[in-house]
């Protein structure tokens, strides 16, 4: 049986899945199917998902993306795609008027912290920081090789420091998520123990 890794984090989201739901995604036996734009229909055995900072996952996909990839989110949640070049000022305005997240990101979460704590689902749950402290653990997991392990042994946690452009109004609003985050990535660690 051949094993073959497929990498969906592509910059350019090759295969059409970056920052999908987990509602795009079909499980059954401990396993994930997809159909991507490439490979045509994958079975995928393990996964991991990274969350973290809600407010930092916004701000850092619009640094990068502007509106592309936030429209992932929105897409996944079912709203409308917002127009490109659409300053995030307005984007944070507009969470501020209505009173939640419109931007998508709370439904992405949401499902990934459902389908993780169900149990039949294959994938774990992290933030970057337990990603780093267990490196050696997830690449035993995901099946790197015992004479590829070397280069994560090396990995430091070192972000760089961050401060969130939101009115606070904004803040407060997410903060139930970012306690639900803290929630599940902290159950990661649980369920390597």
């Given at each position: 049986?051949?094993?073959?890794?497929?990498?969906?984090?592509?910059?350019?989201?090759?295969?059409?899945?970056?920052?999908?739901?987990?509602?795009?995604?079909?499980?059954?036996?401990?396993?994930?199917?997809?159909?991507?734009?490439?490979?045509?229909?994958?079975?995928?055995?393990?996964?991991?998902?990274?969350?973290?900072?809600?407010?930092?996952?916004?701000?850092?996909?619009?640094?990068?993306?502007?509106?592309?990839?936030?429209?992932?989110?929105?897409?996944?949640?079912?709203?409308?795609?917002?127009?490109?070049?659409?300053?995030?000022?307005?984007?944070?305005?507009?969470?501020?008027?209505?009173?939640?997240?419109?931007?998508?990101?709370?439904?992405?979460?949401?499902?990934?912290?459902?389908?993780?704590?169900?149990?039949?689902?294959?994938?774990?749950?992290?933030?970057?920081?337990?990603?780093?402290?267990?490196?050696?653990?997830?690449?035993?997991?995901?099946?790197?090789?015992?004479?590829?392990?070397?280069a994560f042994q090396k990995l430091q946690y070192a972000p760089k420091?961050?401060?969130?452009?939101?009115?606070?109004?904004?803040?407060?609003?997410?903060?139930?998520?970012?306690?639900?985050?803290?929630?599940g990535t902290n159950a990661f660690e649980m369920q390597i123990r």
């Amino acid at each position: 049986m051949r094993l073959s890794y497929i990498h969906l984090n592509d910059l350019n989201d090759v295969e059409g899945l970056k920052h999908g739901p987990a509602t795009w995604f079909a499980h059954k036996n401990g396993r994930m199917f997809f159909k991507n734009r490439t490979e045509g229909f994958i079975c995928v055995r393990k996964a991991l998902v990274i969350l973290g900072d809600p407010l930092h996952s916004i701000e850092s996909v619009y640094r990068r993306f502007n509106t592309n990839h936030l429209n992932k989110w929105r897409n996944g949640a079912g709203k409308e795609p917002w127009p490109k070049g659409k300053p995030l000022a307005e984007i944070w305005s507009e969470i501020k008027t209505i009173g939640h997240d419109t931007t998508g990101l709370s439904h992405y979460v949401n499902s990934w912290l459902e389908a993780g704590s169900s149990g039949d689902w294959p994938i774990l749950i992290l933030d970057t920081e337990k990603m780093f402290a267990h490196a050696m653990h997830l690449a035993r997991y995901l099946g790197v090789r015992e004479k590829d392990l070397t280069a994560f042994q090396k990995l430091q946690y070192a972000p760089k420091p961050y401060k969130s452009t939101a009115p606070v109004e904004v803040r407060s609003l997410f903060e139930g998520l970012n306690r639900r985050i803290m929630e599940g990535t902290n159950a990661f660690e649980m369920q390597i123990r």
